[in-house]
């Protein structure tokens, strides 16, 4: 039936008829807008002459606008190199792990289709390289493995627009160049180590650009808010933690990472803007780990370099090496692959921080910093690839020539250990496996140097392909070629982690059966449970019958007693929940106690008598009732992010305690007293006579300040503890100082500056922020020139500097003398309260586990410290 006249039909026909040619203008237009789009990008941003095969979306006509005009999100940047894959049999796509956030980590792998078809024939046989007892006769045939690792931090956002114009210049590119490189390569992209944080900045720079553009370095594109972009969801960064693997992204990539073992891999960067552009060698010697063999500095690095130079000439852009950067550190992602039999190559680029920024010269563009990490990167998979034979040959020699070294070392294996803490030292052992480090557990007890080792020692040989990196993870070094360090100059994980362990000059029988992780052992109490304290992992467990409401206690003195058939030892800190002082029935506790077992993982023993066989009996008034800890923390501009993200993580992650993170300007409308713990990490707090004021009158009331680093010096000099810092009394000399020239300037400061070592500290295991603790020499990490006196009150320095506490790391003799017998940790009296004073940091970059036990026990026991006049 017709519901419109026949007149209206011809005259809609006549519409749609210009309607569809409409439609087919504006769809040739549209084509041939993006196709024009496209080629003026390709010849901004890759070498003049190029065809690319059509069938292949561009960056461009995949995202619908020109690279650099927006700053791309991860979502759409990993569709895009989804679509790469399902258009090209040259790319194949996966999935590598998530982030915190649930953000994808992938690599698309590009090679020729032929080399994709017999991808893991190829990766297995290459993998034979790093067997020091492999029969590889020659790589004749080998393809080379690239990794493009791009965007580690999050506002250094050009390399990951670059991956996707490499991917495509490598898939879709069609000269005789590109079907070498796919030929002989196996070339890896992983567009964005830091999914979070790249997100957190392109949304800040996207929201707040402008049309036009707006230049001026003070606009708000240019200057995120607090915590900015640089780091990942627990505002760590990530390109420290390769060798610590604290966070789940970095965890996700070495473990793709070892399934390659690639022989180039490049860690994209970006520095101030009136800078140019970085690409190695770093300064020799002094910035290079002395672990890695010569030849990669010496050798390969120049053979890069002069690739570079070439790429980067050609466009006209201004460089500069052998400055500023290092490669020391294992953590780094260009330093890591040096560790591996690869070469790890840094490059940072002068940043536009946003689409357009004023410098001390021209203006500098986002498609400008975009367009040099492009042709760094396709130049080093040129290099790669003409250098293929040399760097297989090079890797398989690396991991011979280190069965070599071990045979002149006198140090055949490492014994480590952590007797009473099993956490602690799965952790370690989970540590070792991540980094494919071989150890194994004593067939039978071992005596040595007077001390009978048992089955929770375990022995890592120095004869396997890892050996360069155990000594990362095992030999302290403190003599340098040189005096400034980009950033840390220690990094011995055992010292961290607080292991016991010796080098041996010989290899003890060992097996291979480890023992079976086992559940906790758990029996139904009639009188009281047991926790001993010692575990890493009792913090877990304390937290969640405290969110339970069960009332915990804590012994301040040592016990034994008859749990079950075995008499037990308790050291300070055992935590003992009685049955009957409880607002649940017996049923109920041992139901929780059991979950708690469960979730962390620890023994809690069961006793049927409160009379012990030794120390205080379980009735005694040496057990303190612990309430359960409401914590808040200042966040915001002025705080140290890394510190704070460090004591976000440590408790969201491992003992399962939610802080409130208050921003510093809201700290006014904040109650204190809805909390009992305020934590202060390093930063700038400028607060007024009547905040101070307010601090104090809470504190005095019973509550806990915990302070680190900075935030400790604060409170000395406003006068909010009567603690009194140590001053270097070479400054206070009154004779002139003495004449240097200027372009000394910078290593002469630098030489006087702690950038990152190790000391040893003597413990108060007795004092509750000494709980958990068997021994009184402990390591600590240390970054700054902050020295304090120990308390004028006999018990309240928990930690001390020893003399000559120099474990591991550089420091100048002037700082090493001032630091002896100077305080780590103390505890100040302010009325009922206390202020917890942390001179160093506790959980400096998430693996300090020997350490940040001392700030756990600040958080839970804080309260029950009160200090002997």
């Not at 700053?71 to 895009?80: K, Q």
Request: hydrophobic share 35%.
């Amino acid at each position: 039936m017709l519901t419109k006249p026949i007149e209206s039909l011809h005259l809609d026909s006549h519409k749609n008829k210009q309607m569809k040619l409409l439609k087919s203008l504006f769809t040739v237009s549209a084509i041939a807008f993006f196709l024009n789009l496209s080629y003026s990008q390709n010849d901004y941003f890759f070498p003049e002459g190029i065809k690319f095969d059509t069938n292949i979306p561009s960056p461009e006509q995949f995202l619908g606008y020109p690279i650099g005009e927006w700053h791309t999100r991860h979502e759409r940047l990993v569709a895009y190199f989804e679509e790469l894959a399902k258009s090209s049999d040259k790319a194949a796509f996966q999935t590598t792990g998530n982030t915190n956030e649930h953000r994808k980590q992938i690599v698309l792998t590009v090679s020729s289709p032929e080399n994709l078809e017999r991808l893991e024939s190829i990766r297995q046989a290459h993998l034979q390289l790093s067997d020091p007892l492999a029969d590889v006769a020659n790589v004749d045939d080998q393809p080379v493995v690239v990794l493009l690792g791009y965007n580690v931090h999050g506002n250094e956002p050009s390399s990951a627009e670059a991956a996707m114009l490499t991917a495509y210049y490598l898939i879709a590119a069609q000269n005789q160049e590109s079907e070498e490189f796919l030929k002989n390569a196996i070339i890896l992209i992983d567009p964005v180590y830091n999914p979070d944080g790249r997100d957190r900045h392109s949304h800040w720079a996207n929201m707040h650009k402008g049309k036009p553009p707006v230049a001026d370095p003070l606009d708000r594109e240019h200057n995120e808010v607090w915590p900015g972009g640089r780091t990942n969801h627990y505002w760590f960064d990530l390109n420290r933690d390769w060798l610590p693997l604290s966070q789940v992204e970095s965890r996700n990539r070495m473990q793709f990472y070892h399934q390659w073992l690639p022989n180039v891999a490049t860690d994209y960067h970006e520095m101030g803007s009136n800078a140019t552009y970085f690409f190695e060698p770093t300064k020799p010697f002094g910035s290079e780990n002395p672990l890695v063999p010569r030849r990669n500095y010496d050798e390969l690095n120049n053979i890069f370099a002069d690739y570079f130079e070439t790429a980067l000439n050609e466009i006209g852009s201004l460089y500069f090496t052998k400055e500023s950067f290092d490669n020391s550190y294992p953590g780094y992602g260009s330093t890591y692959p040096d560790m591996q039999g690869g070469l790890g190559l840094l490059f940072e680029q002068a940043s536009s921080r946003g689409h357009l920024q004023h410098t001390t010269t021209n203006d500098i563009s986002f498609e400008f910093t975009i367009r040099n990490q492009v042709r760094t990167g396709i130049t080093t998979v040129r290099a790669a690839v003409e250098n293929r034979e040399k760097l297989l040959n090079y890797q398989k020699w690396f991991f011979q020539s280190a069965m070599d070294e071990v045979a002149q070392q006198n140090t055949k294996s490492y014994l480590f250990g952590c007797p009473g803490d099993r956490t602690r030292s799965h952790a370690f052992q989970y540590l070792l496996t991540q980094h494919k480090i071989k150890f194994f557990p004593l067939s039978k007890p071992l005596d040595h140097n007077g001390k009978t080792y048992n089955d929770d020692y375990f022995i890592v040989p120095s004869a396997q392909p890892q050996y360069r990196l155990v000594q990362s993870i095992f030999k302290p070094v403190k003599s340098f070629h040189d005096s400034v360090f980009y950033d840390a100059s220690a990094w011995t994980v055992a010292l961290a982690y607080n292991m016991e362990y010796e080098k041996l000059s010989f290899l003890p029988a060992t097996t291979e059966v480890f023992q079976p992780v086992t559940a906790p052992i758990l029996e139904r109490a009639t009188y009281a449970y047991l926790i001993d304290w010692q575990d890493y992992a009792a913090p877990k467990a304390l937290q969640f019958l405290l969110d339970k409401k069960v009332h915990v206690k804590t012994a301040f003195k040592p016990f034994s007693i008859q749990t079950g058939e075995a008499k037990m030892g308790f050291s300070y800190g055992s935590l003992l929940i009685p049955v009957a002082d409880q607002k649940k029935t017996p049923d109920e506790l041992f139901e929780l106690i059991t979950e708690a077992a469960k979730l962390s993982g620890i023994d809690i023993p069961s006793v049927s008598t409160g009379r012990s066989i030794k120390g205080v009996d379980l009735g005694s008034r040496h057990f303190r009732t612990i309430k359960k800890p409401k914590v808040v923390m200042l966040v915001g501009e002025g705080v140290s992010g890394y510190e704070a993200g460090e004591v976000w993580h440590l408790f969201d992650t491992r003992i399962g305690m939610p802080i409130t993170k208050i921003d510093v300007e809201d700290f006014d409308r904040l109650n204190l007293y809805d909390y009992s713990t305020l934590i202060l990490v390093s930063g700038r707090y400028d607060f007024d006579k009547k905040t101070m004021a307010r601090i104090k009158d809470w504190v005095a009331m019973g509550n806990t300040l915990i302070t680190q680093r900075t935030a400790t010096k604060w409170a000395i000099d406003k006068k909010l503890v009567k603690e009194k810092l140590r001053k270097d009394s070479s400054k206070m000399d009154s004779l002139p100082p003495q004449r240097l020239d200027f372009a000394n300037a910078a290593e002469h400061i630098g030489s006087k500056r702690i950038g990152g070592s190790v000391y040893e500290t003597d413990l108060d295991i007795t004092h509750p922020l000494g709980f958990g603790y068997q021994k009184r020499k402990l390591p600590v990490y240390r970054n700054h020139d902050i020295f304090i006196e120990p308390s004028l009150n006999a018990f309240s320095t928990v930690a001390k500097y020893n003399e000559n506490p120099h474990l591991d790391g550089y420091i100048h003799p002037d700082n090493l003398k001032l630091m002896e017998g100077t305080a780590s940790l103390l505890v100040s009296p302010i009325g009922k309260g206390r202020a917890i004073l942390f001179v160093d940091n506790p959980n400096f970059r998430g693996f300090w586990y020997g350490t940040n036990r001392l700030f756990i026990n600040a958080v839970f026991f804080g309260g029950l410290v009160s200090i002997p006049e």
